[in-house]
């Protein structure tokens, strides 16, 4: 790309001896008056003006931004690099490869199809926590992550050595957030690159997007980075750049330090209520004030890696001498670090407390107000204050808890009467009104003095091991994930507490499955100098893998005879981890309720094994004269925990776990690697399988169409996540994910999960809208991934993948029905992938969030608005209608209309008309949906 230049930016800038080309910020009148945030995009619009894509119009509109003002001039943003983890990079190499061939059978070459961006992929996401509790689970654990995934692995080695300027960080190296964060984070990019004077070195701020929206970890390091669907990423490493809107930057001034008691984790759940109380989906957030100084980078990357959780599309702190000093210890050479010191200072990019910077609106955190929290049992922004916690698991259990009683030809009295003993008196709630013949009531046992439901059940394990399971035992305690295993702080604290559980006799109870999943082998590192592993294992918390584990539905089963417990008396069992999502059906499909909390509390609850319980008033046990222990007994002082980080935590200590990242143990460096610059596929693989998303494919786009006859294929209530859309997890037999693994020859037992599979679209399609907890509204009491088929006589059950197939083999369109939130939630290409595939044209939902609504655009889904104040209830929709979708055919002459006309017509024939908003927002997406979808316009770009 060849730069205009229109505001003579490019000059020279002298680090550390030596010379980088840079375009300065300060040749555009009003840039210094910007967030931290926009300045990185002014620079980037700066960098690549050419004229077209991006003009002096945009530089100008970015450098006067009206912080008052709602989000309305799109720009194009081009990112430094991608990065990729293997459960969402797969498939964008799978598609890499498909588009190698299809750009052939056009007439082109197959080796333009390359990234242009340097991309990284880190397989983080395939280790699974089969064997826990013992000396041998990480290495019983890999064996097994190879066993399963040697397909996928061999794939990406093909990748790696078949595309150029593309890495893979081999298995069991650490979460893609934290090698990140630690290694492949640039902070200030430098690549040469061609100018009409010669080849140069460019110094420009490093930026990125990644497969994963935790990629916003990285903005602890402040560097602009968010979470994009696979399919932008493709068209990122393709040279494409990201359509966006100037966002309001949000500033979030933060004061004070974090109280003895509380940790990270408790801040970023504090933060996470509070955004998400606010409002910030679609927007930045950016840290500022005398505060932000006396914030570790670990914290940083803490509060920046829960920015989809409060729905952000960043959340960015400024560069200071606490990202120096980060950069220093991670083993950034002296070079670098001069660099982005020079660079950003140079570049008014380093943090300046003192300057005043407009936001567009404002809050503000006072962290000596934290307090230890925890959030759950199903949303990471239902923050909970640890003191609360019982009393709310009380609350929250009712929702949980219920057992149906026949209630046929009888008062609701007469039916509790019949179904109970006197002796043992239930309160109960109705299903429906007070009424004779009421057909089901619902009836939960509670306990009158806590008001709590109890269900207790015996177990006896087959290594002698009996116990009581009851509603709210923590089945799960694991301490995993990129949001807090990046931190010292919290993970030392957690080492501390068990380390100080063991000496007062202490124990977890025996029916939690314990688990540390670090993200990066420096935990490791330091757990082993500092002398606190052997009391995390005495507990059982024994280390499984390096990798992102229980917090993407990777918690490996419980045992088998807690499992069949649990499954036959219908516990509502807890998990509780250190992670980043809770959400309904995510963690395990055996627990029906899940909580975050900090790694010290998750030694904490593995140790009292139920939510039912008060940290101030319940004792964790006896010490060895009969004492009771209470939490505030074995709370890490926060002095002695610092005390360790500053003599366990060096800079050879990342120097050594990252000298050799790429090349991978025995068993990766082992692996038999394809060749050839187009993949050879294996027709018999269950794991790798060409999409068929050029099937057909013309060189010149067909025109869109209006949509109609469209049936519904579901009708979703509010906060519907990419996690109930995607495919997640594990499967059963009787899905028809496992059903045509069976046809394939594939054992149950060796499923795998859904993550492992997502290059093989036949597994990923019938795995779309089946998540166990999902609730079709078309359906009355039923959950998980089913719907009525109004194909067939009568509009019968069937599961979402059968319908769909029915409607596609009758040639009828597909439309879902949603509420708010449609799409919140992890950025999953599979959420939209799979929605296409199943013959889905439009999604008609309240509001979007704002990945999801992209993606689905990405792949020819028209997104839809129901009008401001109107929902489908107002409309009274039911989901039983036939729809058409009008005035979609105006995308042919260029233009992009603002609304489409909805026709619902019932069984009776009679019509509901309504103007629908179409949320196709930028001219870009519309270019994208023309084509129809993103990849398809790439493709075609490069075919010429």
Known sequence: ??????????????????????????????????????????????????????????????????????????????????????????????????????????????????????????????????????????????????????????????????????????????????????????????????????????????????????????????????????????????????????????????????????????????????????????????????????????????????????????????????????????????????????????????????????????????????????????????????????????????NYVHQSVEAQGATVDEAVEESFPASDPPTYTEAGSKVKNAPHLTVSRTDPDSGCAHNPVEVSMPDGRRFELDHGAVSIASITSCTNTSNPSVMLAAAVLARNAVQKGLASKPWVKTSVAPGSKVVTDYYEKSGLTPYLEKLGFYLVGYGCTTCIGNSGPLEEEISQAIADNDLAVSAVLSGNRNFEGRINPDVKMNYLASPPLVVAYALAGTMDFDFEDDPLGQDEDGNDVFLKDIWPDPLEVQRIIDSSIDEDMFTSSYSTIFDGDERWRSLPTPEGATFAWDEQSTYVRKPPYFEGMQAEPQPVEDVAGARVLLKLGDSVTTDHISPAGSFKSDTPAGKYLLEHGVQRKDFNSYGSRRGNHEVMIRGTFANIRIKNQLLDGVEGGFTRDFSQDGAPQASVYDASMNYQAAGTPLIVLAGKEYGSGSSRDWAAKGTALLGVKAVIAESFERIHRSNLIGMGVLPLQFPKGETAESLGLTGTETFAIEGVTELNNGSTPRTVRVTATAEDGTTREFDSDLRIDTPGEADYYRHGGILQYVLRQLAG
């Open 1 to 398: 790309m060849t730069s205009v230049n229109t505001f003579g930016a490019q000059g020279t800038l002298n680090a550390a001896g030596t010379d980088y080309e840079i375009f300065r910020l300060n040749a555009v009148d009003g840039a210094d008056r910007l967030p931290f945030s926009l300045k990185v995009l002014l620079e980037n619009l700066l960098r690549t003006e050419d004229g077209a894509n991006i003009t002096a119009d945009h530089v100008r509109a970015l450098a006067q931004w009206d912080p008052e003002a709602e989000p309305s001039t799109e720009i194009q943003f081009t990112p430094a690099r991608v990065i990729m983890q293997d459960f969402t990079g797969v498939p964008c190499v799978v598609d890499l490869a498909t588009m190698r061939e299809a750009l052939e059978e056009l007439g082109g070459d197959p080796k333009k199809v390359n990234p242009l961006a340097p991309a990284e992929l880190v397989i983080d996401h395939s280790v699974q926590i089969d064997v826990f509790g013992n000396a041998n689970a990480l290495e019983r654990n890999i064996e097994i992550e190879y066993e399963r995934n040697g397909e996928r692995y061999q794939f990406l080695r093909w990748g790696q050595t078949a595309f150029d300027d593309f890495k893979v960080v081999p298995p069991g190296m650490g979460i893609v957030h934290q090698v990140n964060l630690e290694y492949l984070a640039r902070t200030v990019m430098t690549r040469e690159v061609e100018t009409g004077n010669g080849t140069v070195l460019r110094a420009y701020p490093d930026t990125c997007v990644g497969t994963d929206s935790h990629t916003t970890m990285v903005n602890g390091l402040g560097v602009l980075g968010w979470g994009v669907g696979g399919i932008e990423a493709e068209a990122a490493m393709l040279g494409q750049p990201v359509s966006m809107l100037i966002p309001r930057v949000v500033g979030f001034k933060l004061t004070g330090e974090i109280p003895a008691g509380a940790t990270a984790t408790d801040v970023v759940l504090t933060i996470t209520e509070m955004l998400r109380d606010h409002g910030v989906v679609g927007k930045f957030v950016e840290f500022y004030g005398e505060g932000v100084a006396a914030v570790p980078l670990a914290n940083r990357a803490t509060i920046g890696n829960m920015s989809p959780e409060f729905g952000s599309t960043a959340a960015i702190f400024p560069i200071d001498d606490v990202t120096l000093e980060y950069l220093r210890l991670t083993g950034r050479s002296d070079d670098e670090v001069a660099l982005v010191e020079a660079y950003t200072k140079e570049q008014g990019l380093w943090h300046d407390p003192a300057k005043e910077v407009k936001y567009s609106e404002y809050l503000e955190l006072d962290l000596s107000t934290v307090v230890p929290s925890i959030a759950g049992p199903k949303r990471p922004q239902d923050r909970v204050s640890l003191t609360n916690a019982k009393a709310q698991f009380h609350r929250d259990l009712e």
